[in-house]
């Protein structure tokens, strides 16, 4: 059974580096991009960082650029959130999901997701 498993959130304060891990179990992340999501109460999932499977190419959003950045370790079957500079708006819980096809921006793209690891950033 495909799973994925987040871990690393915590509390930190504004200026602060938190590092999120993203493990596999049942299926190997390497053949999958991986989406790294965050969501706030009453808001819908939004993309923070993606990796691809083919070319391990990065997509990161705007709002995250030059302080995130996601990248794999396949003999640990697990993919990295390193996030510096943090930031009171980065507060969230943040999702890992692999898996599916299509807009790989939309959480829709993706058929597994993790629990999900609360982050939170005090000014």
């Known amino acids: 059974q495909a799973q994925l498993a987040e871990s690393g959130g915590g ?3 504004s200026g602060g580096s938190l590092r999120l891990s993203c493990r596999g179990s049942g299926f190997t992340l390497e053949y ?3 989406g790294w999501f965050r969501q706030t109460p009453g808001k819908e999932r939004e993309v923070v960082a993606c990796i691809s499977s083919s070319d391990s190419s990065t997509y990161y959003a705007d709002s995250v650029k030059g302080r995130f ?7 640990k079957n697990t993919v990295y959130l390193q996030m510096n500079s943090l930031k009171p708006e980065d507060t969230a819980v943040y999702y890992c999901g692999a898996g599916g096809s299509g807009s790989y921006y939309s959480p829709s ?3 597994y997701w993790g629990q999900g690891t609360q982050v939170t950033v005090s000014s």
């Open 11 to 13: 509390l930190v304060q």
């Open 32 to 34: 999958n991009t991986i």
């Open 69 to 75: 950045t996601i990248s794999r370790d396949n003999a």
């Open 109 to 111: 793209a993706y058929n």
